[in-house]
Nanobody
Framework: QVQLAESGGGSVQAGGSLRLSCAASGRILSINVMAWYRQGPGKQRELVGSITRGGTTNYADSVKGRFTISRDNAKNTVSLQMNSLKPDDTAVYYC?????????WGQGTQVTVSS
């Protein structure tokens, strides 16, 4: 069974950094776009950033210049480096990927930024 598993969430003060990682496992034939989404308290889930297999990235305006998404195709992983964190970045962060032609979600990891 194909699964996505996130790690690296936690609590940090404003201005700090965190790095999230997500690993895909199971019978994987191909992984196309990989992405990170987030859902803050009382908010809808939103796209944070995405990366194609070839490395083309796309970011939400709210995180441009602060967050960097990267992936390792050999290891089937995607990471999100988050710098200059703000309290508004507090959310559950979800990994999302097109694996074998099916979009899948991870279970989510909590990121809390205190002022």
């Amino acid at each position: 069974q194909v699964q996505l598993a996130e790690s690296g969430g936690g609590s940090v003060q404003a201005g700090g950094s965190l790095r999230l990682s997500c690993a895909a496992s199971g019978r994987i034939l191909s992984i196309n776009v990989m992405a990170w989404y987030r859902q803050g308290p009382g908010k809808q889930r939103e796209l944070v950033g995405s990366i194609t297999r070839g490395g083309t990235t796309n970011y939400a305006d709210s995180v441009k210049g602060r967050f960097t998404i990267s992936r390792d195709n050999a290891k089937n992983t995607v990471s999100l480096q988050m710098n200059s964190l703000k309290p508004d970045d507090t959310a559950v962060y979800y990994c999302h990927a097109d694996i074998n032609g099916v979009f899948r979600w991870g279970q989510g990891t909590q990121v809390t930024v205190s002022s």
